[in-house]
């Protein structure tokens, strides 16, 4: 099987097979959303001086941190799928990855409006306990159109970032679903720039 023609195909141009792609960006996935998680969890903001400020965050924090965990979650058992040649586990987190996509930016994009509405008055801020900085009509317009734009740049370059993370987990999934990428296939398939020698 080793001295066969590879038939599968190399993921970012030669550099290695896919489903060695899949098992590194998995990892780097549950370093960074672990760093992520631990540094959402120390970050604070000031309770007395900003109160609803806190409550907004709080009222959004619960559900961005349900998907977070999901995710590691998924992430996990798509790392699983990869080691053992399952279609259904790595089908599973191509789903979760679009699905996630959208939830968050519903999410973020929810907290966001809920901030701008509470920037909007005087004394939502810190509910009259000082002086809020008062915008006029005109700025506040413009503020809002700045933070809308930046959003909608945001959430095109996440949806790019994502489909190009997820797109070889679509191609080993593929390729496992086709039977060219298997258990008994792999000594065939496997492929690296520097790991590996055929």
């Not at 008055?121 to 002086?131: E, H, Y």
Request: hydrophobic share 45%.
């Amino acid at each position: 099987m080793r001295d066969q023609e590879k038939q599968g195909g190399k993921c970012c141009g030669g550099c290695c097979d896919y489903r060695r792609a899949v098992i590194i960006l998995c990892i780097v996935s549950l370093v960074f959303s672990t760093i992520g998680l631990l540094n959402s969890a120390g970050s604070t903001v000031d309770d007395e001086g900003y109160p609803r400020l806190t409550e907004i965050f709080k009222d959004h924090y619960t559900g961005i941190l349900i998907v977070s965990i999901v995710g590691i979650v998924l992430t996990i058992v798509e790392l699983f799928g990869a080691i053992i040649f399952n279609f259904y586990m790595v089908a599973l987190y191509v789903f979760w990855s679009i699905l996630e996509l959208i939830i968050t930016i519903v999410l973020h994009k929810s907290m966001v409006d809920e901030l701008l509405d509470c920037a909007g008055t005087s004394s939502c801020l810190n509910d009259g306990a000082t002086t809020a900085v008062d915008f006029n009509d005109v700025d506040m317009k413009k503020f809002e159109d700045g933070m809308n734009m930046f959003l909608i740049t945001t959430y095109v370059v996440s949806a790019i970032f994502t489909f190009l993370w997820v797109y070889p987990s679509v191609v080993l999934a593929i390729e496992i679903k086709k039977g060219v990428m298997t258990k008994e296939t792999y000594p065939r398939e496997e492929m690296s720039c520097c790991c590996v020698q055929k």
